[in-house]
Every structure is written in C-alpha cells, then in structure tokens.
C-alpha cells in the first residue's frame, strides 16, 4: 500500500471543467450539470484501492446525508483501466452510489485538478472556487480510527452555513492515481 498525500491545489482555484460518461448508465455529465446551487464536492475514487474501500460506506452516507442540501456531489474514477481494470467501466457500471460516478480514461481530469490519490476531495464553493481540499477524516486502514467523514463534513456544513472554512486543511492520504504510461 504506497502512501500518497493530496497536493493541497490553492484555495480559490477555479474548478476545471469537464464532460466524463457515467458508465452505469452511459450519461454524459458536465461540471455545470453537477454543480450545485450552494457548491460542489469533486472526488477522486477508485474501487481496487484499500483507502477507499475503507471509506465507501461514509461516501455513501455521505452522498445520502447531503443530496438535498444544495452541493452537488460526483465520483471520478481516473486510474489506468488497462493495468486496473477493477477500477475501468465496467466495474464502475456495478457500483452502487448515491452520486454519479464517472470515468475519466484520458485522465485529463486528474491532471487538470492536480489529483494524485485515490481518495482525493475537492470542495468548491457556489462560484466554482475551491473552499476545501484534503482529507475525509483521521481515519486509515489499520489506524483504529472510526470513519466519520468529520473533516470533510464540517467543511460542507460551513459552506452550507455561509460560514468561512477552516484553511488549515489536512491533506487526503491514499494509493497513487494509476496514470498510463507515456508513449
């Protein structure tokens, strides 16, 4: 289980755009569609590695606890199909989330949001401008730590409140993002 942290991308930053399928149903979904009116949480998941299985019960509950509330939530899948194909459309296609999960085989996505492990969050604000990035809670695989979701709760919740975000963030902890090998 390789350590990877999260690159913490500038807060403000303007979330990039994309358009990616959602292999369970073969939608097509942009940012604009998913954002929310209140703000938009971006996750950077994959079904193989062990940091996610650890937390998937809370993204559900998670994506459960705040379909209603104004943020819109998805799910991207950009590791490498090819040398994962647990993590490729297939499998995603068999997943069942409260969200939409989508499939970014260019990779494209990652890389325009500086992703770098599977789990990795970004939360954006009304305006696309990112409020919150880092991890889910203190708790790993192995740790003892009860998953709550806490870190990423409070920050939702004070978007939600209107209310300024702690800026000291704590970077998500995860397996490396597979990206394809270069020609």
């Not at 930053?13 to 939608?27: C, I, M, V, W």
Request: net charge negative.
């Amino acid at each position: 289980m390789a350590l990877t942290p999260s690159n913490m991308l500038p807060l403000g930053t303007s979330a990039p755009d994309f358009t990616l399928p959602a292999p369970k149903t073969g939608e097509q979904y942009s940012l604009q569609q998913l954002a929310g009116d209140k703000g938009t949480l971006v996750m950077f998941i994959c079904n193989h590695c062990p940091f996610v299985i650890h937390v998937e019960n809370q993204l559900k509950q998670l994506g459960m606890d705040y379909q209603n509330s104004g943020i819109g939530i998805v799910a991207i899948s950009s590791n490498d199909a090819d040398t994962y194909p647990q993590d490729g459309p297939q499998k995603i296609a068999q997943k069942n989330t409260p969200f939409p999960y989508l499939y970014d085989q260019s990779q494209q996505v990652a890389r325009a949001y500086d992703a770098t492990c599977t789990p990795d969050f970004f939360l954006f604000d009304a305006n696309l401008k990112l409020a919150y990035r880092g991890q889910l809670d203190d708790s790993r695989p192995g740790n003892n730590i009860p998953v709550t979701g806490s870190d990423l709760r409070a920050a939702m919740d004070a978007l939600l409140a209107g209310e300024a975000i702690n800026p000291q963030q704590h970077p998500s902890i995860g397996c490396n993002i597979k990206w394809r090998q270069q020609d």
